[in-house]
């Protein structure tokens, strides 16, 4: 049977930013294997919430970088994303919006499923072009 791994988001971190020689490369040969198909890998949308997260706040890079690594991310073989119509869809829409990953998400989510947004962040969720219902009030 063939390893099978759920891959966190300091992996791809060390991959993308080459900050740590040691683990850098061993993330590289990480996704080799994978490549050759000696692996499996697998991961879910909140690795993609973490990678964006930590490359805006802590290495300061763009949203159009951070969109670029996250498809990246999608095109390593034998590399399977739960929930990844999604988070293509979502990386599609923060580009044409100029909006952010996670904001995106949700928003494709919600509208996928006919859900209402629910967020004291109406200015983010304005750039994704989504339309919010007033917040709940308590009943009382």
């Known amino acids: ?14 991959y993308y930013s080459h900050d740590d020689k040691r683990q850098s490369s ?10 050759r198909g000696e692996i499996e890998i ?6 993609f919430f973490e990678v964006a997260w930590v490359l805006k706040t802590f290495y300061g890079q763009p949203n159009t970088t951070i969109l670029d ?6 095109s390593i073989p034998n590399f399977t994303v ?12 923060a580009r044409k919006k100029s909006c952010g990953f996670a904001d995106s998400y949700i928003a494709v ?3 996928e499923q006919n859900i209402d947004i629910a967020t004291f962040n109406e200015k983010h969720f304005k750039k994704a072009d989504v339309s919010l219902s007033q917040f ?3 009943k009382s």
């Open 26 to 35: 061993q993330a590289e040969e990480f996704f080799l294997r994978a490549k």
């Open 82 to 93: 739960f929930d990844a119509e999604y988070v293509i869809r979502a990386i599609e829409s």
């Open 136 to 138: 709940p009030k308590p």
């Open 109 to 111: 989510v919600a509208h």
């Open 69 to 74: 690594t996250l498809e990246s991310m999608l």
């Open 42 to 47: 697998f991961c879910g949308p909140p690795v």
């Open 1 to 14: 049977m063939m390893e099978r791994y759920f891959v966190d988001s300091n992996v791809f971190l060390r």
